[in-house]
């Protein structure tokens, strides 16, 4: 009987992590055109692994240290000579902000330079270096005032 307990509670564990995880992990590209479009990016999720933006500078919101501030970030994947190689990438925590989905959504691969980034978002505030080129990260200051669960703060 004991056994028969365990085993259903190690199953039912099993199966709500696995549903949590897929239910965070709601990442996608958006399509705008032949060459235009972007990707929304959770941090840390399977579509972040295979971008290889894992690097990106982001904070979470949920993490009691931060009060409910944190960072999202843009990421821009270049080949040598500067030119956009892929889709950029939000890296977001919540809600997208339209400001940059909107910006994004303006880049063309193949065609757009890090001088085209570097007019809508100043300088990158990291840059990563790849064997095929290097990736431009931007850092977004976010707040989500539900993301402090220490109940400690001040009010």
Known sequence: MLVRLIAAL???????????TSWQDNSYYVALGPRTGYYMVRPGSSLSHQLGIDGAPTADTDDPFNHGYGADALAFRFNGAGILSAPP??????IPNQFYTQRLGSFIRGQSRLRDVEAFFGQPQRIERR???????????VYNPFGNSSGGGRR
């Open 131 to 141: 064997p095929d080129g290097f990736i431009a990260y931007y850092t977004i200051q």
């Open 89 to 94: 990438a939000y890296i977001v925590q919540a």
């Open 10 to 20: 190690v199953s039912l564990t099993i199966t709500l992590s696995v549903s949590a």
